[in-house]
């Protein structure tokens, strides 16, 4: 390993040794190759770039989709001394302007990019007139047409191996079935790249899920206060409307309930997750806008009150929880009146048939999911095209198995019934 990147790690990030293939990808970078990275949520992605940013000869350039996650580990790296800044919408022209001197005056270690601005013919210009250490593309599955977070600027990214082919490139993502990784290689054109799959595997989760009675408000109460009163939690619910709804109704429990959504106003949002990040037993009530890069590593559960649109979507929510490698909870309560809804949220979007079918796809697995009545784990893991030999022994299912009987008349009847009607009844 190179003495470099340990000494770096041990004096600057406080580690004493890498975990897992840390080691063999930051070697691969320094020498000045490419690497795909798939790692889940806490499995310490950042460090894969960060250190060979610091150690290789000129600024790292890393390619990031949210102006939270940006500020959130530009903030912790200059907090350890690394010379770290982010070039986005949030700057004014001014402060814009002071990032672009010190780039060029060679003064940083780290640039953090929108791939928008990164984009530009002026700031690809400017990456022309200084050193580069390398490229890192950080949330790779944005790229995937087929991923659960596409972003259309990511496709452009390309242009990066062909404007500068000498320069290692990284892409990371905690998320992505084969169909995902291989549209990241494509795309991004690293079909040289040595691929680097860390297990999916997050053992000290404990995944429970249960369709809603009708009463999962107060399931999810009695699950707070009987497990985690004075945890810090995130609760994931699918409108803004429910977000606050839920929050409030936390709140009149005794509880601390923050909403967390797209239509509080930017400066409210951050306040709400400050006090999440840096308060005890705060929890923390969002839409999917929530979460991306959200480094607090004691995060005690997860829950949602309604059914996520992918396994991809709750794997990623779900693996917020437990950073720390300590026991945590994915609590979910689903009803069918969530895929009637996330169906009529996909119908109306104006995505293309085939983009439409993919989702659904992936909403009927997710649901196939839900539905489990083997162990959660080993399916959550099958999906990413991993085994699991053994059923997990911490999960719902295998805690407390479930009563199963053979359907297979009641379906033929059910079937039937479908076919006689003519299928005209919903």
Not at 24 to 51: F, H, W
Not at 150 to 161: A, D, G, K, N
Not at 308 to 316: D, G, N
């Amino acid at each position: 390993m190179n003495d470099a990147a340990l000494q770096t790690l041990n004096t600057t990030f406080g580690y004493t040794e890498f975990r897992g293939s840390q080691a063999a990808i930051i070697q691969r970078l320094i020498e000045g190759n490419d690497a795909v990275v798939l790692m889940p949520t806490g499995g310490g992605k950042s460090l894969c770039y960060q250190i060979p940013s610091i150690v290789r000869d000129g600024v790292g350039i890393v390619i990031s989709p949210l102006i939270a996650l940006m500020h959130d580990q530009v903030s912790a790296l200059q907090q350890l001394g690394v010379k770290a800044a982010y070039l986005n919408s949030s700057l004014g022209a001014a402060e814009a302007t002071e990032v672009e001197n010190r780039l060029l005056a060679g003064q940083l270690d780290l640039l953090y990019v929108a791939p928008e601005r990164l984009m530009t013919p002026g700031f690809l210009g400017l990456l022309e007139q200084i050193d580069i250490a390398l490229f890192a593309i950080d949330e790779a599955h944005c790229v995937s047409q087929w991923g659960h977070d596409f972003r259309p600027e990511y496709i452009q990214l390309s242009i990066l191996h062909e404007r500068f082919p000498q320069i290692p490139r990284i892409a990371l993502t905690a998320t992505a079935d084969e169909p995902t990784r291989k549209e990241i290689i494509a795309r991004l054109d690293l079909s040289s790249a040595q691929q680097f799959v860390a297990s999916f595997d997050r053992p000290n989760i404990c995944y429970r899920i249960a369709q809603n009675p009708g009463n999962a408000r107060d399931a999810l109460l009695r699950f707070i206060l009987n497990e985690h009163e004075h945890d810090a939690g995130i609760v994931y619910c699918l409108s803004r409307n429910k977000v606050e709804q839920t929050a409030e109704w936390l709140c009149s429990k005794g509880l601390t309930a923050l909403p967390y959504h797209a239509g509080l106003s930017a400066d409210l949002r951050r306040k709400h997750q400050q006090r999440f990040l840096m308060e005890e037993g705060v929890i923390i009530v969002a839409t999917i806008a929530f979460g991306m890069g959200i480094d607090k590593p004691d995060v005690r559960f997860v829950a949602h009150l309604n059914m996520p649109k992918s396994i991809e979507a709750y794997y990623q929510e779900t693996g917020r929880a437990g950073r720390d490698g300590l026991p945590a909870d994915a609590w979910m309560m689903y009803g069918l009146q969530d895929v009637i809804k996330l169906k009529q949220m996909m119908d109306g979007s104006e995505a293309d048939e085939k983009h439409k079918r993919s989702e659904q796809h992936k909403l009927q697995s997710m649901l196939g999911f839900c539905e489990l009545t083997s162990c959660r784990r080993q399916g959550l893991l099958r999906y990413f095209g991993e085994q699991l030999d053994q059923p997990c022994g911490n999960c719902d299912t295998c805690l407390s198995p479930v009563e199963t009987w053979d359907a297979t008349v009641v379906a033929q009847k059910a079937l039937s019934a479908v076919h006689r009607t003519g299928q005209r009844f919903g």
